[in-house]
């Protein structure tokens, strides 16, 4: 069974009062809270495990470097992803976006080819693509979505054409919730001859993520949002393609030979990872994704989709109150505007009374300007979140009713 709140004594932040009042965490979408097994593991490395990787012949260096890699090979069974060599750690999820603009793109674009990117994306999958077409002239295409935020295939189809060499789209929007058809998609850019790259940051969160099923090529997510630690992300892409790009950084650990007229790297992934890597955090995020998977993804989509049923209702419910984003099966991610209420003053308010929402544009402001606004409330789920967390956040805007 999913006990959701047995699950919630796991994360030590959720037990504590806002101003007195529950902890009522709706900012999930933004950055994830954290169990206390990825503290803990944290903590221990910190306290009596830490060393670098890859280059000791001691036994602190030797025991970190392989439970570094054991979090390489977790993320691959999170993802089932054909080897570990597939899984390169980043910074976050926009330095994954970037590593491939920065390597597949520099490399394969020219003049004449074009890039597919959907309305809905989030600035990490817009502006490196916007960066790199001034750079090398090739068109950036922009295929729209519907005005309740739903995905049209037609839209995609339409803009698909034989000078596309790269579809890079979101697998849930950050700001709509709206969840795009990546296995569908991927098989129709495959047979433009394109490349298909997926930003699941907003996904991995929410649903279970199979790369081989979905036949994408590149996936990125953030360790953050799927709560781990800050500072790791994850790209995945398929071997053969990692292995034709060149390294995005340079420096120690990616090479293979040094000499002062020459240098030859290293294969995928270490190529990707010049440095001392985020160890302590790859390892956390190993720690988190195990802790997902001992939950079940398929438990965890189950109670946030009835989550999302409830929500919709509760919220359509109160006076004044617009709901952005709309699609069918969407996921936990509620974008709203409420008459005569700014955005800001609303989250004021809802703080007051220990309800914590995010307010803006949610890093996707031509997103939320297509959709008619220049700022959005935004109320965004976890696998520890409740009906109970629903209610307190509609009694704090009914509350706030009464303040305008």
């Known amino acids: 069974m999913y006990d959701v709140n047995e699950i919630r004594k796991d994360f030590p932040v959720l037990q504590e009062l806002v101003n007195g009042k529950p902890n009522t965490f709706l900012d999930s979408g933004a950055s994830a809270q954290k169990p206390r097994c990825v503290i803990s593991r944290m903590s221990d490395i910190y306290t009596r495990e830490y060393s670098n990787v890859h280059r000791g012949s001691y036994l602190l260096s030797e025991q970190i470097t392989w439970d570094y890699e054991a979090a390489r090979r977790t993320v691959r069974k999170f993802l089932n992803a054909k080897s570990e060599k597939e899984i390169v750690f980043t910074r976050n999820a926009t330095e994954s976006i970037n590593l491939v603009a920065a390597a597949w793109g520099r490399k394969n674009l020219k003049k004449g080819d074009e890039v597919l990117i959907s309305e809905a994306e989030h600035h990490a999958n817009l502006v490196p693509w916007q960066m790199l077409r001034d750079e090398l002239g090739f068109s950036l295409k922009i295929f729209k979505i519907a005005d309740d935020g739903s995905f049209v295939w037609e839209e995609f189809a339409e803009n698909l054409t034989a000078n596309t060499k790269l579809v890079a789209v979101t697998a849930m929007s950050n700001v709509l919730g709206t969840v795009f058809p990546i296995k569908k998609m991927a098989a129709a850019a495959h047979r433009h001859g394109a490349l298909l790259l997926a930003d699941a940051c907003q996904f991995a969160v929410h649903h279970k993520v199979d790369v081989q099923d979905l036949d994408c090529d590149f996936l990125a997510f953030s360790g953050h949002k799927t709560y781990g630690p800050t500072g790791i992300g994850v790209l995945y892409g398929k071997y053969d393609i990692l292995a034709s790009m060149p390294p995005y950084q340079t420096g120690g650990d990616m090479v293979d030979r040094v000499t002062y007229e020459h240098t030859t790297f290293e294969e995928p992934p270490a190529r990707f990872e010049a440095g001392t890597p ?127």
């Open 278 to 404: 985020a160890i302590v955090e790859a390892i956390g995020l190993g720690v988190a994704l195990e802790y997902m998977m001992a939950l079940g993804l398929e438990n965890i989509t189950a109670h946030e989709q009835e989550l999302v049923k409830y929500a919709s209702e509760k919220l359509s419910g109160v006076p004044g109150l617009k709901l952005i984003g709309t699609a069918k099966d969407k996921g936990g991610v509620f974008s709203f505007v409420m008459d005569g209420i700014h955005p800001q003053d609303l989250a004021f308010i809802l703080n007051k009374e220990g309800v914590a929402i995010r307010v803006g544009h949610h890093c996707a402001e031509p997103l939320v300007h297509r959709m008619g606004y220049e700022s959005v409330a935004r109320a965004t789920l976890g696998l520890y979140s409740t009906k109970e967390d629903i209610d307190r956040l509609v009694a704090a805007l009914n509350k706030a009713r009464t303040f305008f």
